[in-house]
């Protein structure tokens, strides 16, 4: 499978301003997971697509001016997700539920290339990232 390009991982804002070079801000071990995912389901993975479809989800890096982080900051909430640090992503599948793809990650976490987090019963999407410090290949969560 073609690797991720960029556009597809950062929001429209850091993308603008930074181009490609925006992925120096990806922790590692998201980038490594996220080809390995791609290439063992063998399906186009979806994070972002507003560059071809125009639709903005939120669904890699997060930065300031995102309405979801904005959102927070006006109302004085600490936003600390790990989408601020580029550590996550809600991925899709087309024709996969979510229930779907988590199931078919816990069948190949023992092929991941590194531990993950997964959030539970998301409605449309499978978020996933790379903030795991436990001893588990995927630690389950509720936000």
């Known amino acids: 499978m073609d690797e991720f390009s960029v556009h597809e991982l950062v929001c429209p804002h850091i993308y603008r301003i930074h181009g490609d070079r925006a992925l120096r801000f990806a922790d590692p071990r998201l980038l490594k997971w996220l080809d390995w995912f791609r290439t063992a389901i063998e399906k186009p993975v979806i994070v972002n697509d507003y560059y071809w479809q125009g639709n903005y989800t939120q669904s890699g890096l997060r930065c300031n001016l995102c309405p979801l982080v904005a959102e927070k900051s006006r109302q004085g909430i600490p936003y600390a997700s790990a989408h601020t640090r580029f550590q996550a992503v809600d991925i899709k599948i087309r024709d996969m539920y979510p229930e779907e793809i ?11 290339p590194v531990k993950i987090r997964i959030e539970r019963d998301t409605p449309t999407w499978v978020h996933v990232d790379v903030c795991n410090d436990s001893a588990d290949l995927i630690t389950y969560f509720n936000p």
Not at 102 to 112: A, F, G, L, N, V
């Open 102 to 112: 988590r199931q078919w990650i816990e069948r190949h976490k023992h092929d991941m």
